[in-house]
């Protein structure tokens, strides 16, 4: 099993383009989510899903958004992308929500954004 | 909203001592979860600890979670180089829909 998969691993956009990062797990995992990585604020919510076809709003949910159309793979996009979305970003994915239930992580992609 | 506090953000240390590392939360939790990741990876989970006062072990890391369910620990005895990354903790609460929230995390640095 190749666990939790990212792709791309590295992007460099220019302010007010788009682009779309892709997850996707085999690990039949209902929940999956999106997360953003700045240096001293830990992890941080973007989006998540609890099951194909649904998304909600994390903590910190503006200036992107995310598609799930199959249980395998959650898409998040950013439509305009501005300076202070330059960030690690990461999914991951659970078997459900809540306690007993550890998130798994893909590598990462490292977005720049000039 | 729920929030997670980590301390301290940053902590060096010589090969062989001790290192702990804090995280409160402003509200009772469900459970906490402990995550390590390596420079340059992706965060790995550790444990997790669902009882009033738990405390469980895993070789040299002691894990503890407080009596009030608002705090925990994670304390790794006689630091190797293969220790080094940063420590999260991340906690959940049914109020807030058991979504994980976590802490700003520990970096770890190990000097030999």
């Known amino acids: 099993n190749a666990g939790v998969t990212q792709t791309p691993k590295f992007r460099v956009l220019k302010t007010g383009q788009s682009m779309t990062l892709l997850c996707a797990q085999d690990m039949n995992h209902e929940y999956m989510y999106w997360y953003r990585q700045d240096p001293g604020m830990g992890l941080r919510l973007i989006h998540y899903?609890?099951?194909?076809?649904?998304?909600a709003k994390g903590e910190v949910p503006d200036g992107y958004n995310v598609s799930r159309l199959k249980k395998q793979n959650f898409l998040l996009g950013l439509e305009s992308a501005a300076p202070s979305q330059t960030s690690v970003y990461f999914c991951a994915s659970s078997p459900r929500l809540g306690r007993g239930y550890e998130q798994y992580f893909g590598p990462g992609t490292r977005l720049t954004v000039t | 909203g729920q929030q997670v506090m980590q301390i301290p953000q940053y902590q060096h240390v010589q090969e062989g001592e001790d290192f702990t590392t804090y995280c409160n939360s402003s509200?009772?939790?469900?459970?906490i979860q402990w995550y390590k990741q390596r420079p340059g990876g992706h965060p790995v989970f550790l444990i997790q600890l669902v009882k009033s006062g738990e405390v469980k072990k895993q070789k040299r890391l002691t894990f503890q979670f407080g009596e009030a369910k608002k705090n925990s620990s994670l304390h790794i005895t006689a630091t190797q180089t293969t220790d080094v990354g940063t420590y999260f903790c991340a906690g959940s609460n049914l109020e807030y829909g058991n979504k994980l929230v976590f802490g700003a995390g520990t970096i770890l640095r190990v000097k030999s």
């Open positions: 899903s609890v099951g194909e076809g649904t998304t």
């Open positions: 509200t009772t939790l469900s459970n």
